[in-house]
Each structure stands twice: as structure tokens, then as C-alpha cells.
């Protein structure tokens, strides 16, 4: 059974600070991870990939742990626009699995 | 401008009567996909298009149905719609399948009382 667990929230973070979260996956044998972001009622938009090195994108940092079996997304200096869900996608290679999404985790920056 | 359209966006209807919600794609993508979202459940794929004539169920294609006639097209079709399918639908697409960045279209927000 595919899974992907992110903490709902909301977390409520002062503007300015770094704010990090998680997302843990089950299937050992997922091959793509990415981070996607979705505001109030919006579409979902791609953020960034989760390569397994890791990868930086100005504030946005995300990262790998295939031995954990998570990827992580860390946000510096956070602005009132990043207020949004934040939702976590793995995907499997092979057979007729797609794309799983998590079920988002909401971020509110505080003024 | 590359984009995924869906029509219509708002859609409020009877149970049992048959509906079309349409999605088109002007980027030439191969994959495409539709998603239903519901609070406290997130995204959950109903069907998904891998090219032209060929679709697969996604986790919950109970009472959809889809057709991929056209690279460009994916509509997906509620025969006798219930009020368990009131939701929000996004239509996506990739170039690259699943691996790849996902393009969303607007949403269509469905009540079906």
C-alpha cells in the first residue's frame, strides 16, 4: 500500500524565521520526490525536485533520506507570500502506480 | 501561453445526470492525469493517460470514466454522478509521465446534490 505522510498543521511561523518540514514515504522502492505548493482553493504548482543530494532554490532547501525514508523542505528568512500547503509527491517506477500526493502540510506566516 | 484548461469550472448538478468535465492541454504532453481533492484527504488520482488510447485507474476511479481520443484531450465523464463525488477536480499534465513536473488546470468544483 502506497503512503505518504505529511503533518497537516497549520503551523503558524513569525515572518523572518526558518521553518522545516517533513514528509515520510512507505514504498522503499519510490523513485521521484517532489515538493509542490498550493494556495487557497488554487492549483497545485510545482516547487522544486528532491534530488538525492539534495538541492537548494534561493530560501528553499529540500532533501533526501532514502535509508529514513523522507524528504524534508526548509525555508529561510519566510515571507508572508510563502503562506500556502505545501504538498509532498512520490512517484514509483514500473506498473500502473502514479503519482502520490500527500496530504499537504499548511504554512501560515505571522507579520 | 502553455496551460491546462477545464471546463466547466463551476458545476452544481442533479444526482444521475450525466456530466462531462473537459480538460485540454496545448503543450504536447504524452501524460495526463485527473485528481479529485477533498478536505482531510488530499489529492487522489482517478485516472490516468500514459498516450493516446491508453489509460489506467488511478486509486479511486469508482463511478468516472475517461477517454483519450486526443493527445490533447482528457475529459472525464461522471455517468450518474452521487453526492460522494461533490469535490475539487485538477486536470494535469506531464512531458515527462509521473517522474515529471505536473501541470495543473484551475479546478473544477463540483457539487452534485
Known amino acids: 500500500r502506497k503512503e505518504v505522510e505529511q503533518d497537516p498543521g497549520p503551523f503558524n511561523v513569525p515572518e523572518g524565521a526558518t521553518v522545516a518540514f517533513n514528509c515520510t514515504y512507505s514504498?522503499?522502492?519510490?523513485?521521484?520526490f517532489f515538493w509542490y505548493r498550493q494556495d487557497c482553493r488554487k492549483e497545485p504548482k510545482l516547487l522544486m525536485s528532491?534530488?538525492?543530494s539534495g538541492n537548494e532554490d534561493g530560501r528553499f532547501t529540500a532533501q533526501l533520506n532514502r535509508a529514513s525514508q523522507y524528504i524534508s523542505l526548509l525555508i529561510r528568512d519566510s515571507k508572508l507570500s510563502d503562506s500556502a500547503t505545501y504538498l509532498c509527491?512520490?512517484?514509483?517506477?514500473?506498473?500502473?502506480?502514479?503519482?502520490?500526493f500527500g496530504k499537504g502540510t499548511h504554512l501560515i506566516i505571522q507579520p | 501561453e502553455a496551460q491546462v484548461t477545464q471546463n466547466p469550472r463551476y458545476l452544481i448538478t442533479v444526482t444521475g445526470k450525466k456530466l462531462t468535465v473537459t480538460c485540454s492541454q496545448n503543450?504536447?504532453?504524452?501524460?495526463m492525469s485527473w485528481y479529485r481533492q477533498d478536505p482531510g484527504l488530499g489529492l487522489r488520482q482517478i485516472y490516468y493517460?500514459?498516450?493516446?488510447?491508453?489509460?489506467d485507474k488511478g486509486d479511486v476511479p469508482e463511478g468516472y470514466k475517461v477517454s483519450r481520443k486526443e493527445k490533447r484531450n482528457f475529459p472525464l465523464i461522471l455517468e450518474s454522478p452521487s453526492p460522494n463525488q461533490t469535490s475539487l477536480y485538477f486536470c494535469?499534465?506531464?512531458?515527462?509521465?509521473?517522474?515529471?513536473?505536473?501541470?495543473f488546470g484551475p479546478g473544477t468544483r463540483l457539487t452534485v446534490t
Open positions: 494535469a499534465s506531464s512531458a515527462s509521465g509521473r517522474g515529471g513536473e505536473q501541470y
Open positions: 514504498n522503499s522502492a519510490s523513485q521521484s
Open positions: 528532491v534530488y538525492s
Open positions: 509527491v512520490v512517484t514509483t517506477g514500473g506498473g500502473a502506480d502514479g503519482l502520490t
Open positions: 503543450m504536447n504532453h504524452e501524460y
Open positions: 493517460s500514459m498516450n493516446v488510447e491508453v489509460t
